[in-house]
Nanobody, 124 residues
Framework: QVHLEESGGGLVQAGGSLRLSCAAS????????MGWYRQAPGEQRELVAS???????????NYAASVKGRFTISRDNAKNTVYLQMNSLKPEDTAVYYC??????????????WGQGTQVTVSS
């Protein structure tokens, strides 16, 4: 079992920055993928960014096209924590952001564990 604790988020003006954090606790295998999904009202949940830990692909990242160049995902494996630095935020980035965790895999297509979600609101 893995528990995900998110922090960060809030209200920011367009062009501003925010940083999200997500700490994982519980049974953490060395090979896993962590990252962030988001869901805007009336929209489907979409994968924003992910990062792999362990294995030959350890450290590899993946971004949605809509955030590439603006968002940066990173992780501290010693703390089992993943960060999402969000710069040049746009109103269309407004959504609930969910931390996600997938053990023993190099993909976050089907996370096994989810955080409770944190609201990010970008005003124009």
């Amino acid at each position: 079992q893995v528990h995900l604790e998110e922090s960060g988020g809030g209200l920011v003006q367009a062009g501003g920055s925010l940083r999200l954090s997500c700490a994982a606790s519980g049974t953490i295998f060395s090979i896993n993928t962590m990252g962030w999904y988001r869901q805007a009202p009336g929209e489907q949940r979409e994968l924003v960014a992910s990062i792999i830990s362990g294995g030959i692909s350890g450290g590899s990242t993946n971004y949605a096209a809509s955030v590439k160049g603006r968002f940066t995902i990173s992780r501290d494996n010693a703390k089992n924590t993943v960060y999402l630095q969000m710069n040049s935020l746009k109103p269309e980035d407004t959504a609930v952001y969910y931390c996600a965790f997938a053990p023993l895999t190099a993909t976050l297509v089907k996370p096994r564990y989810w955080g409770q979600g944190t609201q990010v609101t970008v005003s124009s």
